[in-house]
């Protein structure tokens, strides 16, 4: 009877919980990040996301999945993340970068 007194007991504090914390819009995900020396981030990307990553501090090394080249990323370098797949981002210093949403990309019209 105890067991089932402590599952209505969690069930019950989830919901209050669930109902009580602030909606996290997935504009949430972008904004400035910050990595101490050798620390990851990484992200699986869909490809629609349509994001961007700018170094605003310190080196990154930045890697795609299924893109054989690596890529050094120093403050004021900008990196699109348009491809589905994961992403991985290391500092090789103590290192800023912020995500942001990308507009659009024009699209190329040859008539």
């Known amino acids: 009877m105890q067991s089932m007194f402590a599952l209505t007991r969690r069930g019950w504090l989830?919901?209050?919980w669930n109902q009580l914390k602030p909606e996290v819009p997935t504009e949430a995900e972008t904004g400035a990040v910050a990595l101490f020396h050798g620390?990851?981030?990484?992200?699986r990307l869909d490809g629609s996301e349509g994001l961007s990553l700018t170094c605003t501090e310190g080196q990154l090394?930045?890697?795609f999945e299924s893109d054989p080249r690596d890529y050094i990323l120093e403050p004021?370098?900008?990196?699109?993340l348009a491809k589905?797949?994961?992403?991985?981002v290391q500092a090789m210093r103590p290192s800023r970068f912020r995500?942001?949403?990308?507009?659009?990309?024009?699209?190329?019209?040859?008539?």
């Open 14 to 16: 989830s919901t209050l």
């Open 39 to 43: 620390a990851l981030w990484s992200r």
């Open 61 to 63: 090394w930045l890697t």
């Open 76 to 80: 004021g370098s900008t990196m699109r």
């Open 84 to 88: 589905p797949g994961l992403v991985v």
């Open 99 to 111: 995500l942001a949403k990308m507009g659009p990309s024009p699209s190329m019209d040859t008539r």
